[in-house]
């Protein structure tokens, strides 16, 4: 499905989150950097833009980007290119839930809006915990849910009508921005990610609700 949406992704990401999106990416990247990684990956990397906020403020020696899907990989790699930042970056074709990489390889892992699209996410915070090193951060960004008010009528009514209708018009793909917020709300229901955390052995030590708990900001640590 992302194939298919690749091309329209980065405008429509913006346009359907009004611009709040490069804020919540930053939010994360500063949990990121605080480590001062020398090795990072960007799971699910999609398009990159996790990569290309990260490389606007601080360079580790090893970027790898990874992702289940070729075009969306593809763009992330003309995106960082363009800007020059491909020497010390890789780009790896692969599932979350089998990373293609040895132990304790990254001193970081950032996921961006990817994890509720896992087959298998215990499976997939087995493999992050594999892959990361002792005291190794998991930094993972993903929509949530508003639970009171008038926000959060407001919310749902945007992503039950209005979102599925302008994404589907803009990209052509009713099916994908239909998919979208039924995700995000199935996701946000379940909230199957600290149960999946702490099974992997990582500890969270942070949970940051961003623009008023529409998306959830998670850093975790092994330890
Ligand atoms: C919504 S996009 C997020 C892209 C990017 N991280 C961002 O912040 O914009 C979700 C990405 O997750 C990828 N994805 C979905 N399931 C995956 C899996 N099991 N393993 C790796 N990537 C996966 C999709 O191909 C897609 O590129």
Redesign the pocket.
Request: cysteine-free.
């Given at each position: 499905m992302?194939d298919g949406i690749a091309r329209q992704y980065d405008a429509l990401?913006h346009i359907l989150s009004l611009g709040l999106d490069y804020r919540w990416?930053r939010a994360a990247i500063r949990q990121v950097v605080a480590i001062r990684p020398q090795s990072v990956l960007d799971?699910?990397?999609?398009?990159g833009?996790?990569s290309l906020t990260l490389l606007k403020r601080y360079k580790p020696t090893r970027l790898c980007c990874?992702?289940?899907?070729p075009e969306?990989l593809a763009r992330g790699k003309r995106k960082l290119t363009r800007r020059h930042y491909d020497s010390f970056t890789q780009f790896v074709e692969c599932?979350?839930?089998a990373l293609p990489f040895p132990e304790a390889e990254f001193q970081a892992v950032m996921i961006?809006?990817?994890v509720r699209?896992?087959?298998d996410i215990p499976q997939?915070m087995r493999e992050v915990a594999r892959v990361l090193t002792e005291h190794g951060r998991l930094v993972v960004l993903e929509f949530s849910m508003p639970k009171r008010g008038i926000f959060a009528l407001l919310y749902r009514f945007y992503l039950r009508i209005l979102l599925p209708l302008f994404g589907g018009l803009i990209s052509g793909s009713f099916k994908a921005y239909r998919y979208l917020p039924s995700s995000m709300e199935r996701y946000a229901r379940e909230s199957p990610l600290p149960v999946a955390i702490k099974a992997a052995g990582l500890h969270t030590i942070a949970t940051v609700p961003l623009s008023g708990g529409a998306v959830l900001l998670t850093v975790a640590e092994k330890r």
């Open positions: 992302f990401n990416r799971l699910a990397a999609g398009t833009d996790m990874a992702d289940l899907s969306m599932s979350a839930e961006g809006f990817g699209n896992f087959a997939a």
